[in-house]
Every structure is written in C-alpha cells, then in structure tokens.
C-alpha cells in the first residue's frame, strides 16, 4: 500500500477558505497524476480537480474559477486551495494519485471532512 493522508479540512463559513493537504510517499510524484474526489452524503463520488506531473490542470465545472489544485514535488504534497465556499461544498474529500507511465495503479487517502456552513 502507498499511504495517502489528508489534512486541512475542517469547518468553513460561506464565502471563505480552506487549503487541503495531501502528503505520501516520494517514489509517487515522479510519475502519478495527483487529484482530489468529494462525495456529499446521499451523493455519488465525484471529481473535483486533478494535476499531472507536467502540470496539466483539470477542474469540475462547479469548482471551476474558486477551486486551485497545486503540487509540489520536493514536498511530496498535493494542495487544494479553496476559495468562495458554499454550503454545496460540504461532502468528505479524497486524495487520489493516478500513475502515467507505466503499469496502472491508483491509490485513494482515508478522506477529510469539510464543512460550509453559518
């Protein structure tokens, strides 16, 4: 098992930040495309963002323009800046590390809870 762990997450107003953390081990960031999923309750699982190793970005539609997905490889970490908050952004969030090259494998963090709410 490669071991992916979230941090960051918490309780946010609407309208204001949060920065997600995803920390794992050095041999995945050479060659792993790095995201992130959500899943609210009573919801499928869906995408949110995704970076690849030559810093490809991806953004779902409704996290388009207030979400930031960054990497940094001498850190071994994966971040989600995110701004603008709504209620709808509440659902527990999922680190996931998809490999390019090579033979296909892909690992998924425990997940963190975030919360929009007054």
């Known amino acids: 098992q490669v071991p992916l762990v979230e941090s960051g997450g918490g309780l946010a107003q609407p309208g204001g930040s949060l920065n997600l953390t995803c920390i794992g081990p050095?041999?995945?960031?050479?060659?792993?495309?790095m995201g992130w999923y959500r899943q609210a309750p009573g919801k499928e699982r869906e995408l949110v963002a995704t970076?690849?190793?030559?810093?490809?970005?991806h953004y779902a539609d409704g996290v388009k323009g207030r979400f930031t997905i960054y990497r940094d490889n001498a850190k071994n970490t994966v971040h989600l800046q995110m701004n603008s908050l709504k209620p709808e952004d509440t659902a527990i969030y999922y680190c996931?590390?998809?490999?390019?090259?090579?033979?296909?494998?892909?690992?998924w963090g425990q997940g963190i809870q975030v919360t929009v709410s007054s």
């Open positions: 050095t041999r995945i960031f050479n060659f792993f495309t």
């Open positions: 996931v590390a998809d490999r390019e090259t090579g033979y296909e494998m892909t690992y």
């Open positions: 970076e690849t190793t030559d810093v490809v970005r």
